[in-house]
């Protein structure tokens, strides 16, 4: 299975980066086991990484591999539109079959 690398910016400690946080943790328990890595970076500690992958609102999450690059935002509370949105849903199916 490929390992995926996750990339998700938040603002500060609010409910909603809390929430997008927790949602992630779990969905990525459950859904991928160990084979991910997880980055969370608070764009007021490190503005100038937003600023280079351009976000514009937050939470987004950013999943970096495996190919292609994709973005949600919003607080990751829809695991179907995640897994879908993510190219995830794939590799949720072929682990439930086999």
């Not at 890595?37 to 990484?49: A, F, M, Y």
């Not at 994709?70 to 682990?95: C, F, H, P, Y």
Request: hydrophobic share 40%.
């Amino acid at each position: 299975m490929s390992r995926f690398r996750l990339k998700l910016y938040v603002t500060g400690k609010t409910p909603r980066s809390e929430r997008a946080i927790a949602n992630l943790h779990q969905i990525c328990k459950e859904e991928l086991g160990g084979q991910y890595e997880l980055i969370v970076i608070d764009v007021l500690e490190k503005p100038q990484l937003a600023e280079q992958e351009k976000i514009l609102a937050t939470p987004t999450l950013i999943k970096e591999l495996p190919p292609p690059i994709r973005r949600i935002i919003g607080d990751l509370s829809n695991k179907e539109k995640l897994l879908l949105g993510l190219d995830m849903k794939a590799v949720t199916n072929a682990k439930k079959g086999g």
